[in-house]
């Protein structure tokens, strides 16, 4: 079967935010200096050879987007301002966007008027929800603490595992990759430990692992979060331990996420340079998850929530902003997809 190319392509991938690709001549200069490149495996020239070409297939069933974590020696280095980092990342994205059986997260990320809908479409149910109840703030809690559970549940086994699968299918079926059943067993720590500990990204930037300890930081923050919100109940609950714990998680996601948003404004790196809608609300949201949640605890703490109604109903809004269309469709899913992609990798070499 002839391999098709698609030398338009390149305009499809300028709306996942692909920028000045077509500058690049081949130099090879991105490889020399990425730490992800062998002699065997070319980082990321391959894929800016494939993308330059449209050979769309070669993509889908590529997981080497996946293991770039944008570390931007290659931009900073690229004679041309081709921008392959930046090109990886919209990889990323539009491998999302292909996974995703829905066809909503292409949506999302092509479309700034579409994400804003979305957004709106949510705010407008939760009032709509607030008021049906007549703003009565204990079944609002109540509320809210189902829909965490529910959501989680019902993302996990609608979005992620049909999405995971798709994953699955375009990279080890559709490459006739044939692994033992076993070895998806014996290789589960590789998934864990890049998912839980981010082991790549410091593989990255060795120079200057301090990205490495900010993510590690932030991803055990915002699951301690969850676990506190969702499982210890933490806006209910009385207990001294849980609720000290869930000011210090919501205060670090706080500075985390507000150091995030620094350096996007002040454009001081590579990565941050030419960041999408996506980026943005990824981490604007994930701030506003840290400082709405530490506001209604406290409000709460001082008895001051009853009058004060609107603080939880803007923290919920931003709960089912973020658990509806920011976790399953944006650009959270990179932190599960990477995380598959590193392990998927692992398989293929214990291949037959």
């Not at 981010?198 to 120079?207: G, I, T, V």
Request: glycine share 4%; hydrophobic share 50%.
């Amino acid at each position: 079967m002839a391999t098709k190319i698609n030398p338009s392509f390149t305009d499809e991938l300028k709306k996942y935010g692909a920028v000045n690709m077509n500058a690049c001549y081949n130099c090879g200069t991105c490889t020399a200096v990425c730490s992800l490149s062998t002699t065997d495996e070319s980082f990321p020239r391959e894929m800016v050879r494939f993308s330059a070409l449209g050979l769309e297939e070669d993509l889908k069933t590529s997981l080497k987007p996946w293991e770039c974590y944008y570390c931007g020696e290659c931009t900073a280095s690229c004679p041309q301002q081709a921008n392959p980092g930046e090109l990886m990342m919209s990889l990323r994205r539009w491998l999302t966007a292909k996974y995703d059986w829905t066809g909503l997260s292409g949506l999302l990320y092509k479309s700034l008027p579409f994400m804003i809908l979305a957004m709106i479409l949510v705010f407008a149910a939760v009032l709509y929800f607030a008021s049906s109840i007549s703003y009565d703030l204990e079944q609002m809690l109540h509320a809210g603490h189902n829909f965490e559970m529910i959501a989680i549940g019902t993302i996990f086994l609608i979005i992620f595992i049909p999405n995971l699968l798709r994953m699955w299918y375009f990279t080890i079926v559709k490459t006739k990759t044939k692994v033992g059943i076993k070895y998806y067993f014996t290789t589960l720590s590789e998934l864990f430990v890049n998912m839980f500990t981010q082991k790549r990204l410091r593989d990255c930037d060795e120079a200057d692992n301090f990205r490495w300890v900010e993510h590690l930081v932030l991803v055990l923050s915002y699951l301690s979060l969850l676990f506190t919100t969702v499982f210890l109940n933490w806006f209910t609950t009385e207990n001294i331990f849980v609720v000290v714990f869930g000011y210090l998680i919501s205060f670090i996601i706080f500075v985390v996420t507000a150091h995030f948003v620094s350096d996007r404004l002040k454009k001081n790196k590579s990565l941050n340079k030419f960041s999408q809608p996506s980026d943005w609300f990824f981490v604007i949201w994930l701030f506003l998850m840290g400082v709405t949640a530490f506001m209604v605890r406290l409000f709460i703490d001082l008895d001051m929530l009853v009058s004060n109604k609107w603080l939880y109903i803007t923290h919920l809004t931003v709960l089912a902003q973020w658990a509806l269309i920011i976790v399953p469709f944006g650009k959270w899913t990179h932190f599960l997809y990477r995380s598959f992609g590193i392990y998927f990798s692992k398989l293929k070499t214990l291949s037959s």
